[in-house]
């Protein structure tokens, strides 16, 4: 009998999984008000920026994939903003840099979280953005009970916050104290932001998109535009240690949206995975499900042996390695050709025996790659940056989120909101929120595929995955985790949409990830044949792993993936399910 730690939830009004409670049953309430599925979704984006402050915020990203009951072509929410007009490689190195700051003014890009989230209102969206709000706005202002990693993380960096961001420490060390698990935390001044965002709009009359509108413009070239640009210009500490002054504007505020685009697609065993273009690492996983297409029947792999662990991670690692050499905004992808059976049969030979360490990308159409100088071996880091979801040690360091809807109408969503956590900047006071870090994920080398550009958006982690069956949405799936999204999505889809899993069984079943590729977070380290694994996959399997080369930690038995997932099915049944790992994610839905 498959273990399950809980009920794949069925029924047929509406489904929602995301990484934290209070976030799935916000966005529940909204499909009972009537609205649809991107109200809810939007709605428990704005929440899980008051409830997961140490994983995402206003002050970061969000993409999303969408299909429309009235069609379902999956299109891409792009809510990843740009590097400013003055993040030039020469001003970095100017300042002694090698590497773009891990956290601090100096790593933030344009925010595009809150500005996706009014787009897809504007486009998608049924109820007031006062309903849609409201929710955030009551825990922002009144209070919610925190999880424990709220506190631990505030922990990790109370020095930091003491000594350097005295902002910070206000809203976090009020008490004198990180807050205490289920302690009341309240945001009053974000509270405020937000009911700001909702009058402006209201202002406009009563049409929605006047509305929205309206809001959007306060957001960009109102009153958060100006005091984003004025605190940009304050010298803060940073993870290089020394103190920078930001870079972002009210010019680059203002010269921000999100905006619509077309999925990046493959056709798999039956089924259209649609993700993000190559401007996200999105690809990689269409990559790695057309290699292991090329190595045999995906749904004969045992995904409890040694011999499928190998098999995938080996795969993945190839797939990385062209997500180093070819991945970028703005680049030259040769992306019809990664995703060709031609060239994923020659990926496909590649996979030996034992494992490689070495860091191998292709050369589609003949291109020769080029990689960035890597970091190999310890390197220190101090507690502003990283991936929490992936250390081993339960480390508390800035990570995502993630949400999923579907509604009775066949409406479905993914988003992967991130960035912008507490750890990644010092809080903005007038609005209650910090800038994001994502400008970390950019290269100080010229040439690259993701080197630093003004207006470039970063070659982001953050990758939501949408499922078609036959033309007609069936999946919306995704997880935090950084480099790991795509490793463990695969895992999951392997076992759901090749295996036949129920979506909760796909979720609990051991994951596994390598870290055998330059890191997408500062100081971009390399573990040539690093291997993570739950210690459920017992003492045979590692051994195993170990004998045929592969650098192995061992993980807690719970600890890799935070997957979330909502399906449909042609009758109208509709299903969820959400990771227990971290005791957090909750699917909810009738």
């Given at each position: 009998?498959?273990?399950?730690?809980?009920?794949?939830?069925?029924?047929?009004?509406?489904?929602?999984?995301?990484?934290?409670?209070?976030?799935?049953?916000?966005?529940?309430?909204?499909?009972?008000?009537?609205?649809?599925?991107?109200?809810?979704?939007?709605?428990?984006?704005?929440?899980?920026?008051?409830?997961?402050?140490?994983?995402?915020?206003?002050?970061?990203?969000?993409?999303?994939?969408?299909?429309?009951?009235?069609?379902?072509?999956?299109?891409?929410?792009?809510?990843?903003?740009?590097?400013?007009?003055?993040?030039?490689?020469?001003?970095?190195?100017?300042?002694?840099?090698?590497?773009?700051?891990?956290?601090?003014?100096?790593?933030?890009?344009?925010?595009?979280?809150?500005?996706?989230?009014?787009?897809?209102?504007?486009?998608?969206?049924?109820?007031?953005?006062?309903?849609?709000?409201?929710?955030?706005?009551?825990?922002?202002?009144?209070?919610?009970?925190?999880?424990?990693?709220?506190?631990?993380?505030?922990?990790?960096?109370?020095?930091?916050?003491?000594?350097?961001?005295?902002?910070?420490?206000?809203?976090?060390?009020?008490?004198?104290?990180?807050?205490?698990?289920?302690?009341?935390?309240?945001?009053?001044?974000?509270?405020?932001?937000?009911e700001r965002l909702v009058t402006s709009g209201e202002e406009a009359g009563t049409d929605l998109v006047a509305q929205i509108e309206r809001a959007r413009l306060a957001w960009r070239e109102g009153f958060v535009a100006e005091a984003v640009d004025e605190f940009s210009k304050l010298p803060h500490r940073d993870s290089s240690g020394e103190d920078h002054a930001g870079l972002i504007t009210g010019a680059d505020m203002a010269a921000f949206t999100a905006t619509w685009e077309d999925a990046a697609t493959l056709d798999w065993h039956g089924h259209t995975v649609a993700k993000t273009g190559p401007w996200g690492q999105g690809p990689a996983l269409l990559q790695s499900l057309a290699v292991l297409a090329e190595l045999g029947d995906p749904s004969d792999l045992d995904l409890t042996s040694a011999d499928a662990v190998h098999t995938t991670v080996e795969v993945m690692k190839l797939s990385y390695a062209d997500r180093e050499a070819w991945y970028g905004d703005g680049a030259d992808v040769p992306l019809k050709t990664l995703l060709s059976p031609t060239y994923a049969?020659?990926?496909?030979?590649?996979?030996?025996?034992?494992?490689?360490?070495?860091?191998?990308?292709?050369?589609?159409?003949?291109?020769?790659?080029?990689?960035?100088?890597?970091?190999?071996?310890?390197?220190?880091?101090?507690?502003?940056?990283?991936?929490?979801?992936?250390?081993?040690?339960?480390?508390?360091?800035?990570?995502?989120?993630?949400?999923?809807?579907?509604?009775?109408?066949?409406?479905?969503?993914?988003?992967?909101?991130?960035?912008?956590?507490?750890?990644?900047?010092?809080?903005?006071?007038?609005?209650?929120?910090?800038?994001?870090?994502?400008?970390?994920?950019?290269?100080?080398?010229?040439?690259?595929?993701?080197?630093?550009?003004?207006?470039?958006?970063?070659?982001?982690?953050?990758?939501?995955?949408?499922?078609?069956?036959?033309?007609?949405?069936?999946?919306?799936?995704?997880?935090?985790?950084?480099?790991?999204?795509?490793?463990?999505?695969?895992?999951?889809?392997?076992?759901?949409?090749?295996?036949?899993?129920?979506?909760?069984?796909?979720?609990?079943?051991?994951?596994?990830?390598?870290?055998?590729?330059?890191?997408?977070?500062?100081?971009?380290?390399?573990?040539?044949?690093?291997?993570?694994?739950?210690?459920?996959?017992?003492?045979?399997?590692?051994?195993?792993?170990?004998?045929?080369?592969?650098?192995?930690?061992?993980?807690?038995?719970?600890?890799?993936?935070?997957?979330?997932?909502?399906?449909?099915?042609?009758?109208?049944?509709?299903?969820?399910?959400?990771?227990?790992?971290?005791?957090?994610?909750?699917?909810?839905?009738?």
């Amino acid at each position: 009998m498959t273990f399950t730690t809980r009920p794949t939830l069925r029924g047929t009004f509406g489904m929602v999984s995301s990484t934290h409670w209070l976030a799935s049953q916000s966005a529940m309430r909204i499909l009972e008000l009537g609205g649809n599925a991107f109200d809810a979704a939007a709605c428990a984006g704005f929440v899980l920026h008051v409830v997961e402050p140490h994983l995402n915020g206003p002050g970061g990203e969000v993409p999303a994939i969408v299909a429309t009951a009235d069609d379902p072509t999956p299109r891409v929410l792009a809510g990843q903003g740009v590097a400013p007009a003055g993040a030039t490689i020469e001003h970095y190195r100017s300042l002694g840099l090698s590497l773009v700051p891990g956290s601090g003014p100096l790593a933030a890009t344009v925010p595009g979280a809150v500005d996706a989230w009014l787009l897809l209102l504007r486009d998608h969206g049924t109820l007031p953005l006062r309903t849609v709000l409201e929710p955030a706005i009551d825990y922002a202002r009144n209070g919610h009970p925190v999880v424990a990693r709220v506190g631990d993380t505030v922990e990790t960096v109370r020095e930091l916050f003491t000594e350097h961001w005295p902002t910070s420490a206000a809203l976090w060390l009020a008490n004198g104290r990180p807050p205490a698990p289920n302690e009341l935390v309240k945001n009053p001044a974000y509270a405020d932001t937000l009911e700001r965002l909702v009058t402006s709009g209201e202002e406009a009359g009563t049409d929605l998109v006047a509305q929205i509108e309206r809001a959007r413009l306060a957001w960009r070239e109102g009153f958060v535009a100006e005091a984003v640009d004025e605190f940009s210009k304050l010298p803060h500490r940073d993870s290089s240690g020394e103190d920078h002054a930001g870079l972002i504007t009210g010019a680059d505020m203002a010269a921000f949206t999100a905006t619509w685009e077309d999925a990046a697609t493959l056709d798999w065993h039956g089924h259209t995975v649609a993700k993000t273009g190559p401007w996200g690492q999105g690809p990689a996983l269409l990559q790695s499900l057309a290699v292991l297409a090329e190595l045999g029947d995906p749904s004969d792999l045992d995904l409890t042996s040694a011999d499928a662990v190998h098999t995938t991670v080996e795969v993945m690692k190839l797939s990385y390695a062209d997500r180093e050499a070819w991945y970028g905004d703005g680049a030259d992808v040769p992306l019809k050709t990664l995703l060709s059976p031609t060239y994923a049969a020659a990926r496909a030979a590649l996979v030996g025996p034992d494992a490689s360490l070495e860091l191998r990308p292709g050369m589609p159409d003949g291109r020769k790659p080029l990689l960035p100088t890597m970091t190999t071996g310890d390197v220190t880091v101090d507690a502003t940056v990283g991936e929490p979801t992936v250390a081993p040690d339960g480390g508390t360091r800035g990570d995502t989120c993630h949400v999923d809807v579907v509604d009775r109408w066949g409406n479905v969503i993914s988003a992967t909101p991130s960035g912008g956590w507490l750890q990644s900047s010092p809080v903005i006071p007038s609005l209650g929120f910090p800038l994001g870090s994502r400008a970390q994920m950019f290269w100080l080398e010229e040439g690259l595929a993701s080197s630093l550009a003004p207006g470039k958006r970063p070659r982001t982690t953050l990758t939501p995955t949408l499922v078609l069956r036959d033309g007609v949405p069936v999946l919306a799936c995704g997880s935090p985790g950084g480099d790991q999204q795509d490793q463990w999505q695969l895992l999951f889809l392997l076992r759901h949409l090749a295996g036949g899993q129920e979506l909760q069984v796909a979720i609990d079943a051991p994951a596994w990830h390598t870290t055998g590729f330059p890191s997408s977070f500062y100081p971009r380290a390399t573990e040539p044949g690093g291997l993570v694994l739950e210690t459920r996959l017992g003492t045979a399997v590692r051994d195993e792993l170990i004998r045929r080369g592969h650098v192995v930690t061992e993980s807690d038995a719970w600890s890799l993936g935070r997957l979330c997932a909502v399906g449909r099915e042609p009758d109208g049944v509709l299903s969820a399910g959400a990771n227990p790992r971290g005791m957090q994610g909750y699917a909810v839905g009738r």
